[in-house]
């Protein structure tokens, strides 16, 4: 890691962990607030993939993390899943607080998704015991 001020820069198999997710990329540059004391904003670039604590995994060629309003961009041949439901397109936007996104298309693309719908066989968040839950976001990631 290299440190000016304000900005933190690594390079390697960076993974960095924050409440609600988990980002792995080659570099990210990691800027500080105007005091030095919180990180304000992430810039992952190379083999970059993000997992929330839901189990949605995107990956991109850039991603942009937004602290103060917890957003998360993903950029260039974006791409976000959960089981078996897919989005991509050129630019996804993650509000991670809201639990809502966007997805844009690229100027000579459009965005693709396939969702399928839940069965009826298969329990709800609400009922799987709190165990199990912590068990999966252990293991979404892999």
């Given at each position: 890691?290299?440190?000016k001020?304000?900005?933190?820069?690594?390079?390697?198999?960076?993974?960095?962990?924050?409440?609600?997710?988990?980002?792995?990329?080659?570099?990210?540059?990691?800027?500080?607030?105007?005091?030095?004391?919180?990180?304000?904003?992430?810039?992952?670039?190379?083999?970059?993939?993000?997992?929330?604590?839901?189990?949605?995994?995107?990956?991109?060629?850039?991603?942009?993390?937004?602290?103060?309003?917890?957003?998360?961009?993903?950029?260039?041949?974006?791409?976000?899943?959960?089981?078996?439901?897919?989005?991509?397109?050129?630019?996804?936007?993650?509000?991670?607080?809201?639990?809502?996104?966007?997805?844009?298309?690229?100027?000579?693309?459009?965005?693709?998704?396939?969702?399928?719908?839940?069965?009826?066989?298969?329990?709800?968040?609400?009922?799987?015991?709190?165990?199990k839950?912590?068990?999966?976001?252990?293991t979404?990631?892999?």
């Amino acid at each position: 890691a290299s440190k000016k001020e304000g900005l933190v820069v690594f390079t390697g198999s960076v993974i960095a962990k924050q409440e609600n997710s988990t980002q792995t990329a080659d570099r990210m540059e990691v800027y500080l607030d105007d005091k030095g004391e919180r990180v304000a904003r992430i810039v992952s670039t190379g083999n970059v993939k993000i997992v929330t604590e839901d189990c949605r995994t995107g990956t991109a060629r850039r991603a942009e993390y937004y602290d103060d309003d917890q957003r998360l961009l993903l950029i260039g041949d974006a791409k976000v899943w959960q089981e078996e439901n897919v989005v991509t397109g050129d630019r996804i936007t993650i509000l991670l607080a809201e639990d809502r996104s966007t997805v844009e298309a690229g100027s000579q693309g459009r965005v693709k998704s396939v969702f399928y719908p839940k069965r009826e066989d298969s329990q709800t968040d609400a009922t799987v015991p709190a165990a199990k839950k912590d068990a999966k976001r252990a293991t979404c990631g892999s």
